[in-house]
């Protein structure tokens, strides 16, 4: 029987398997097998296959209803590849090539999330020490956020999984940097690798670098749910662990830095401890406690001199930091730090790092201490007061802080000025700050 374009297919018979009919423009002959597309027709020798179904010699017989199905398959995975490059290997495994797809959106779009909220949460840190920094981070999670929301609503997928991966790039090759040779204002984070945020977001970064690159997406695509929710717990833990950044000087300060925000461990010359006010001078050569003394009066006439008011110091440079006076408005000691005296002249009372201030209710804020901060892995400077310097680090967000820190109280006895615990009594008698340390202070 010889099929012709004018004349309509005969129906199949009930049992048979399903026959495509010709397409356009293709004519079956009296020597073509029912059913069967002419070998000519798919530009191949007559009497063989497409090479994609085989290419076995089956000459005069039709292909089966298994090869007819492979060959479904494979025009399904070709057009679901021109749509969306890189899903061929995973439709195969998956066999819906639209679960994929969505799979891969989803994963993609928290993984840029993931990333956004992390530098937020940094953003503030960076704002005092280094602000260039913070600016950047504020940057990088707009960009993400941006491109989170144009994978949701699929737009120029061709390009934006391209740029997701390019900006990921980016964020891993800059963390990288500032850990092993170091950034501008930042220098105390080399070597930082166990910086519990900064983890994670190199884990969502790491993930979105693979999703974009096509023959890494299988792969990706498999892992990307239990590291999600890793990271996610990580993510949790940094915020409860470290949400009070801070370290309160409350009720009981005497006895250390009161309050559950006020956990710091001692580092290097930090030998005096806890409810041993002057130890540390007892334990000073007199060479030592000569120089401790020499220091004292140099601040307490620098306080006078150049910090006699707050707003005269805040005209010296200093700024309400780490964190912003809206936090520390209602807290009863005020942190002030300067940008500008980071040029590692840690130890001078002419400059000190940053101010610390009792708010007094009843009145204008009073000085009360010098703070010097020095990068944590830099040795204890200077080496004249040897253990007079009680240096301590504080705990912030789930992990210590960059800077190891040391207070000089502005009070006349050196053993005093040197306590490694905030002498409370003393600067009641001296300032009328109240003895019981008040709600905290505003320093992480």
Not at 45 to 70: F, I, K, M, Q, Y
Not at 123 to 147: C, K, Q, R
Not at 214 to 228: D, E, G, K, N, Y
């Amino acid at each position: 029987m010889v099929y012709r374009a004018d004349r309509e297919p005969s129906p199949q018979p009930i049992g048979r398997a399903f026959e495509p009919p010709d397409p356009p423009g293709i004519h079956a002959s009296s020597d073509t097998p029912r059913g069967a597309l002419p070998s000519r027709a798919m530009g191949l020798p007559v009497g063989r296959l497409d090479p994609s179904e085989g290419g076995h010699e089956r000459s005069g017989r039709r292909p089966s209803s298994t090869e007819a199905a492979r060959h479904r398959a494979r025009r399904n995975e070709a057009r679901s590849s021109r749509s969306f490059p890189g899903l061929i290997d995973s439709t195969r495994l998956t066999g819906d090539p639209s679960a994929v797809r969505e799979n891969l959106l989803t994963s993609g779009v928290i993984c840029l999330l993931g990333v956004a909220l992390i530098h937020l949460l940094e953003l503030p840190e960076h704002t005092a020490d280094a602000p260039y920094i913070a600016v950047l981070f504020g940057l990088l999670s707009l960009s993400n956020l941006a491109l989170a929301i144009l994978l949701t609503r699929r737009v120029m997928l061709h390009i934006m999984w391209p740029a997701v991966g390019v900006l990921a790039l980016v964020g891993i090759v800059s963390y990288t940097y500032s850990r092993t040779i170091g950034l501008p204002q930042i220098e105390d984070h080399v070597g930082e690798w166990g910086d519990l945020l900064g983890t994670a977001s190199l884990v969502f970064e790491a993930l979105l670098v693979a999703l974009s690159v096509p023959r890494l997406r299988l792969r990706a695509l498999r892992l990307a749910p239990a590291m999600t929710l890793v990271t996610a717990g990580v993510i949790i833990s940094a915020g409860l662990t470290g949400g009070a950044g801070g370290h309160g000087h409350g009720a009981g300060a005497e006895q250390g830095h009161a309050g559950d925000s006020g956990r710091h461990a001692h580092v290097g010359g930090g030998e005096a401890g806890h409810g041993h006010t002057g130890m540390n001078v007892d334990t000073a050569t007199p060479q030592q406690q000569a120089w401790g003394r020499a220091h004292l009066r140099e601040a307490l006439l620098a306080a006078k001199q150049r910090f006699p008011t707050l707003e005269a110091a805040r005209t010296a440079g200093y700024q309400f930091r780490p964190r912003p006076h809206a936090a520390q408005k209602n807290l009863t000691w005020w942190h002030l730090t300067n940008p500008g005296t980071d040029d590692r002249d840690y130890i001078n009372p002419q400059r000190p790092e940053s101010l610390m201030y009792w708010n007094n209710p009843r009145g204008k804020p009073m000085l009360v201490a010098f703070i010097y901060r020095v990068p944590r892995k830099d040795p204890n400077q200077p080496q004249e007061p040897g253990p007079l310097f009680s240096w301590h680090v504080h705990a912030s967000r789930g992990g210590l802080a960059k800077r190891k820190m040391v207070h000089l109280w502005l009070l006349d006895d050196i053993r005093e000025a040197f306590s490694p615990e905030i002498p409370l009594r003393q600067l009641a008698r001296k300032y009328g700050t109240p003895e019981n340390g008040g709600p905290g202070a505003g320093v992480d």
